[in-house]
């Protein structure tokens, strides 16, 4: 029995995702630049191709001000080098025109065949600081947007931030059909809830205690049911999995034996969301953690000194590192988005130890988005006028 209702109860599989560091986050020592591992095109495509070849579903392209790929151009030059991978988009709300994002999206979409989501987030601007309630109004009317673009032949919309009326949306129609593209969402403040519950599809949550992330779960939950809505879940976790547990409690030691804390302040603090609710509970954990840094025995929050945002990781063996994902999803978890420094290493560490022995989905088909033939949409088959 799940924690919650789920929308795909009956999945006996999830979605397992690998990241794609874009944003200056590589690492062979935590908080020390290493130019190998910069997040140059040739080292962040080639994340996504060794992901592709291992079996991971789905990759978050994350989005950030830093020395790095910008997500969407991104995305598109993956286009052509993969064939099996989802890419996970995320979307900075506000960043460009929501009518021309639904056309950005859906070109994408078109280029990927089907293999885009979307991860929807609200955080800053560079150089700029808006109120939370703004940004989250924002991003709910860019998201009802993107729904009627995809979804409708014109666009209506009178909202606080952005007003449109009748505007035809033939440009906008992506390649998935029933909906479009997922809509991936975390965010820990009532107006995010809100957001995810009445308009996203998967709600995403940092590592935390298993009953900590209950309670989130139980929270959204609640609010989804006012609007006769279901969603599913996903977890955003770190991973060193190693032979045995001593080699990856040693790993995740050398990981950070470098690391300067004055230097993981600075790191952490030129995020764009280094002062949202959730990076500040995932400080919580570290406070809450024992000497070793373990709040969990298998879940170390060392990542977190030089991290904002997800800032922990499962270590153990493969199969200690199992049993944890096992009962994650015996939770009602269906999707899954792990990483670890560096991250094509451990890519190839639980791609070959831990990967083979979970049965594993493309979230995007179990809700039956990709057509199995080119759509008859203005930019696939459909008539042209």
Known sequence: MTIVPITSPDLDAAEVSWFAALCADDYRYLGVPDGALRSSWAHCSEIVKTSEELGFRN?????????????????????PITSKINLLAAVRCGEMQPIMLARTIATLDHMLEGRLTVNIISSDFPGETADSGYRYKRSREVVQILRQAWTRDSIDFEGEVYRFKGVPTA????????????????????????????QCDVYLMWPEAKEELAGRMKAVHERAARHG????????????????????????????????????????????????????????????????????????????????????ALVGSADQVLSEIEAYMKMGIRAFIFSGYPHLDEARHFGTKVLPQLKTCSLPHAYGRVPDRVPATPLGTGERR
Not at 59 to 79: E, M, N, R, W
Not at 189 to 196: M, N, V, Y
């Open 59 to 79: 990759i978050l392209c994350p989005s950030s001000y830093q020395v790095g790929q910008d997500t969407l151009s991104f995305v598109a030059g993956c286009a």
């Open 171 to 198: 440009p906008a129609k992506p390649y998935q059909q029933n909906g479009g593209p997922l809509l991936y969402f975390g965010g820990y403040s009532p107006d995010a809830l809100e957001l995810c519950a009445e």
């Open 229 to 312: 809505r279901t969603l599913d879940y996903g977890l955003r976790v770190h991973m060193i999995v190693r032979d045995t547990e001593a080699e990856a409690k040693d790993y995740a030691r050398e990981l950070v034996s470098k690391l300067d804390d004055e230097q993981g302040r600075a790191i952490r603090k030129r995020a764009l969301d280094a002062g949202s609710l959730g990076v500040s509970h995932q400080a919580r954990n570290r406070e809450l953690a024992d000497v070793e840094g373990y709040v969990e025995p298998h879940l170390w929050t060392g990542v977190g000194r030089a991290r904002s945002g997800c800032g922990a």
